[in-house]
């Protein structure tokens, strides 16, 4: 099929590529020409492995086609993807500014039926507004033109966004009559996924209700390690019998200093505004929301705890993306962790793999490390940020010999205690207690 996806930011270009390696002629419109000429060059922009190869293939290939003409590809395409971007407003409503603009755009270029695809994540009732705005411009054309618009909302994980694109869980659309099914059901028809057809609220509520469920796992893990802690129990433990049962599923409950990311914070926000509007805030949400936000306060009270007061201490901080794989640094909780270690007057090392150049210019008083052995050298306490494998196996016998004090802090809770123990460290988890202080005058 000929298919248009308008927005060449992660979800955008991801689906593009996924379909053109599926075998579709994809348009990719963008209005940054920069972007364009740079995706044409096989440049992404954004970090994900393996990624820049395909494109490369299918760029080669003329499967993938780049242009800011939104009119060129609406009238070459048999169905029409919106993945732009909805960032959210101050009220934490998503701003839909973008989805606006491109559905004028659409409805001004079309000239024959066209199905018309969102897979950005929108609010209930967009699907409604999309329709109604092209249904405006095509009545000041003075054109009766049918048109159908769908939901199909996108699922994908960053650091594995191909492999989602390609073989997702499940493929959901929300559609309202059988035409548009029709054209769905013939873009999917060789995926091996089970599809869900629902209307399009329907599928634009799943979208938002998957994410806050899967923060929500996270919100009750952390906030049970903060019990556990006070109990002497290790929440590791708790959430391997916990995850044992096939009902509660053992993903999405690892704790750790709370989640961060383009979505988690977003839609849980989003989904909380919306069910405020209609007069019943999600109260499980407000609190899941809370306890993110207070996940790296409570953490510092910890190492305030250990340590004392930070003035003048040194601090190594291993990782600054929101999760391994990526070089997303939007609403990572170690953005937040370098404020806070600032205002206690500490100063900062960092070392992350892929976010430093970011990073440095948000916070130039933090000095930048080439290695993570580099980043803890020195330092009065170490604390693992973000679980990229180079951090997680590094050396850490000969990081106990590079710090100066032994307190050790791990963010992630994927460190083994009793290993970092025996390599002389004083060990702190997430709702693990601490470990080995006996290491702290060795
Ligand atoms: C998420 C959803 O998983 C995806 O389906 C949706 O399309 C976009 O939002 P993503 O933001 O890429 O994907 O990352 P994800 O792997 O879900 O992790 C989100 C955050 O949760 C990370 O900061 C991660 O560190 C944290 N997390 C995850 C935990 O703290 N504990 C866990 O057990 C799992």
Redesign the pocket.
């Known amino acids: 099929m000929n298919i248009a996806v308008i927005g060449a930011g992660y979800v955008g270009v991801t689906t593009s590529i996924a379909f053109a390696e599926q075998g579709h002629h994809v348009f990719v419109v963008d209005l940054d020409k920069e972007k364009l000429e740079k995706l044409n060059h096989s440049i992404l922009p954004f970090y994900e492995d393996g990624m820049e190869e395909l494109l490369m293939k299918l760029v080669e290939q003329q499967h993938l086609i780049f242009t800011d003409s939104i009119q060129a590809a609406v009238r070459q395409s048999e169905l029409i993807f919106i993945a732009v971007g909805t960032p959210p407003l101050p009220s934490g409503a998503a701003n839909l500014e973008q989805i606006e603009q491109v559905s004028k755009a659409v409805g001004s270029a079309l000239q024959e039926y066209r199905t018309i695809v969102i897979k950005s994540t929108v609010p209930i009732g967009t699907g409604e507004k999309v329709e109604f705005i092209i249904k405006e411009e095509l009545d000041l054309r003075k054109k009766d033109i049918e048109f159908d618009v769908v939901a199909n909302p996108?699922?994908?994980?960053?650091?594995n966004a191909l492999h989602d694109a390609l073989y997702p869980d499940r493929i959901v659309v929300g559609c309202e009559n059988m035409r548009a099914r029709k054209m769905m059901e013939k873009l999917y028809q060789n995926s091996i996924a089970p599809i869900l057809f629902t209307n399009r609220k329907e599928a634009e509520l799943v979208k938002y209700a998957?994410?806050a469920f899967?923060a929500t796992?996270?919100s009750f893990?952390n906030e049970l390690a903060r019990v556990s802690e006070q109990l002497g129990i290790n929440i590791s433990v708790v959430s391997k019998g916990m995850g044992m049962d096939r009902r509660i599923g053992a993903?999405?409950?690892?704790a750790?200093i709370?989640?961060?990311?383009?979505?988690?914070p977003k839609d849980t926000r989003a989904l909380l505004a919306m069910s405020s509007e209609v007069g019943m805030p999600l109260k499980i949400l407000e609190a899941v929301v809370e306890i993110n936000e207070t996940q790296v306060d409570w953490f510092m009270e910890k190492i305030v705890k250990s340590i004392g007061s930070l003035e003048g201490k040194h601090i190594g901080l291993l990782g600054l993306t929101?999760?391994p794989n990526t070089d997303d640094i939007r609403e990572a909780?170690s953005l937040k962790l370098i404020q806070e270690l600032l205002l206690h007057k500490a100063t900062v090392s960092a070392y992350d793999p892929k976010s430093t150049d970011i990073v440095t210019k948000i916070y130039p008083q933090v000095r930048f490390a080439t290695c993570p052995l580099d980043a803890i050298n020195n330092v009065d306490a170490s604390i693992l940020v973000t679980e990229w494998d180079e951090i997680i196996q590094m050396d850490w016998k000969e990081a106990r010999k590079r710090v100066r004090q032994s307190y050790l802090f791990d963010g992630?809770n994927v460190l083994d205690p009793k290993k970092m123990v025996e390599y002389g460290f004083c060990y702190e988890g997430v709702g693990i207690g601490n470990l080995g202080k006996e290491n702290l005058h060795g």
């Open positions: 996108e699922f994908l994980r960053e650091g998957s994410n899967l796992k996270i893990i993903d999405f409950l690892r750790g709370g989640y961060g990311g383009s979505c988690f929101f999760k909780t992630r």
